[in-house]
């Protein structure tokens, strides 16, 4: 009978936690703010922003030196294509290194003067490409066109000289080994679909650590004794106070989850190929461990606007650590083990393969159970984080 009284007791404890809480986040502005209105704005505007895909007509400038009837063919079909457009046609390099330094262009296409008479003497010609490399998608564009045209003119003049009398004997002359290009995985080859997955795995976990770091601060502040939990002895119980916390995050997460995973990729018609069974048992232990990795880091928080600092810093290099915008093999030993104690890390990996290459829950497994083992383990530290500061509280009473 004792023990159901106090097993009872603190089933209600953790209700009344969890109500107290829940509470204090739709009182609080600021905590609204970050847990409603960012995960439901922010997600759009990025997708929006991406929602081309890829950039086309990129400005380029041209320096013809050859005025050749070739590399005049050669500029119209550069203009021609979707990626590229001919914006200016400059006298000399110098000029069309002002425009490019204007932003009014961000490549040049060179042609020396001997650009069509070393194909008639039967030489090798050559056109120079200059690229503005501080945008790679800018580079991608215009170096892939120029390389497009020169294959196509390659053959052309293979064909005219090859004397053949099929059009058969044509592409064998021109083709010899033929290959088909198959994108895989990211069909569009867009940066929509590229980046916008781990986005916004990331954007769960950061939004968590705002929303939650701005409550603790603010608590923070309106106490007297400098600490988050107010003066009840029902915050005595350390596991019903991080669990009804926790399970007040947890409820307003599940839908933002929903929402971000779910339906905005398919608002913007991002590649999406999501079980809802094995989505489902992916996400909880990330939102789970987010959440108590957001705890951790709230009780750090001294001041309510300190976590917007540390959001800001941490969102870029959290990124970056994921693999996920740069290539996991090529990240130093140091920061791939660093980037373990975050959940973003394993969150993305394993969402991004579940989501663009269609994997499986059995397939992500190592990502899935480190996922929970970050999920025991932040809990725990987040225990003896709150056991401290009731410690701490009741010292100064």
Known sequence: MRLGSRIKQGWGDLCHIWADEMRTTYKDEGVLIFFILVPLFYPLLYSWIY?????REVPVAVVDMSHSAMSRDFIRQFDASPDARVAYYCNSLDEAKDVVGRQEAFGVLYFPTDFQSNVLRMEQSRVSVFCDMSFMLYYKAIFQTATAVAGEMNSEIQIERAGNWTEREDEITTKPLDFDEV???????????????GVLMLIIQQTLLLGVGLSVGTARERSKSGSFLPDAARYDGVFRTVLGRALCYFMIYVVVVAYVTLVVPRMFSFTTLLRPGDTF??????VLSCVFFAMILSCLIRYRENVILVVVFTSVPFLFMSGVSWPQSA??????????????????????????MGALLSDVRTEYVALWAQTIAYFFVTCLMYRWQVIKRRRAA
């Open 331 to 356: 990240i130093p030993p140091f920061w791939q083990w660093l980037s373990w104690l975050f959940p973003s890390t394993f969150g993305i990996r394993g969402f991004v393969r579940m989501n663009t």
């Open 51 to 55: 929602t081309n895909e890829v950039v």
């Open 281 to 286: 048992w992916f996400m909880l232990p990330y």
């Open 183 to 197: 994108q895989i995985f990211n069909s569009t080859g867009g940066y929509g679909n590229f980046i916008i997955p």
